[in-house]
């Protein structure tokens, strides 16, 4: 019953929160460097995005937020890049300001949903793209798609699409059949209004396998998961063990990967320790910069 959306939500919403794109389009006209306002991304949908900061000198950072977050998750960061550069955050359907949904929806969709908006709304590139959990997911899957516009990368605790399974395969197997035994069909049905098709996602994320030579700071969580994280609290020890090893292997799709824990967080790194996101978006750009 419970324990078994317990199990659902705590694997799943590691990836959650934890088809054709659209080509490439020139933008001719740069945006005023700050608006806040709701663009058209299709016919009769529409987005919210905010930007803020220096229009001149590139890249501009790009925030993506985790599984049901709206893009004030982001507001103990965006002031103070916004300091130094230009930076966007964004409500994906069906959350903030932004249009719902009507219907389920890939991450595929989502990512072009991203790319039609920054294109609509004259955000020029290259791009940092700042992905916290989920968004960490989706803006691997946008270099996957637009190597060409993203000039680094910066994931904040971010969802690895192999977790979920792995996750699940630590719970003991009479434990597990003990709670799918108990599970009623709506236990296992995850509601969002997003309506992210979550069944995906491993497939896509693995067959596209993104790697690449940019610039790119892993941030994890550096508090250990505590026994009331996890649908079993005898796995939470071996559950973060996991957390850390995949996300170590985030690290090394790319040559120029940095690892760094952020010893006094939990999963939001950028409300608990926003320097360190912060930070890390400086030193992307500024290995950015030196590369040219």
């Known amino acids: 019953m419970r324990a078994v959306r317990k199990i659902v939500l705590t694997f799943v919403f590691a990836v959650l929160s934890q088809c054709v794109l659209a080509q490439n389009k020139s933008v001719t006209d740069a945006a005023p460097s700050s608006f806040d306002s709701l663009v058209e991304v299709g016919v009769g949908r529409r987005l919210h995005i905010n930007c803020s900061g220096l229009a001149a000198g590139g890249p501009t950072i790009v925030l993506e937020s985790g599984a049901g977050n709206a893009a004030s998750a982001w507001d103990r960061v965006q002031p103070k890049v916004a300091k130094f550069a230009r930076v966007c955050s964004y409500d994906r359907a069906g959350l903030g300001r932004s249009d719902p949904v009507p219907a389920a929806r890939t991450i595929v969709a989502l990512t072009e ?33 637009y190597p060409g516009e993203v000039a680094g990368m910066v994931l904040v605790d971010s969802a690895h699409e192999d977790e979920p399974d792995r996750g699940m395969a630590l719970i003991p197997p009479d434990t597990l059949k003990a709670m799918l035994k108990q599970a009623k069909p709506e236990d296992l049905i995850l509601r969002s ?15 596209l396998n993104w790697h690449g030579e940019i610039p790119l700071i892993v941030l994890t969580q550096g508090r250990p998961y505590g026994p009331d994280m996890v649908v079993v ?60």
């Open 113 to 145: 949903d991203l790319h039609s908006l920054l294109v609509n709304a004259k955000v020029s590139g290259p791009y940092v793209l700042v992905g916290h959990s989920l968004g960490g997911i989706l803006v691997r899957l946008y270099a996957s798609y």
């Open 193 to 207: 209004a997003e309506r992210i098709d979550g069944c995906s996602i491993r497939a896509v994320m693995n067959a």
């Open 233 to 292: 609290p005898s796995i939470a020890t071996e559950a973060y063990r996991l957390h850390l090893a995949l996300q170590r292997e985030l690290v090394s799709r790319s040559p120029k990967g940095r690892h760094v824990i952020a010893e006094k967080s939990g999963h939001f790194i950028h409300q608990d320790q926003p320097e360190l996101v912060v930070s890390a978006i400086r030193d992307v750009i500024e290995e950015y910069r030196k590369s040219k």
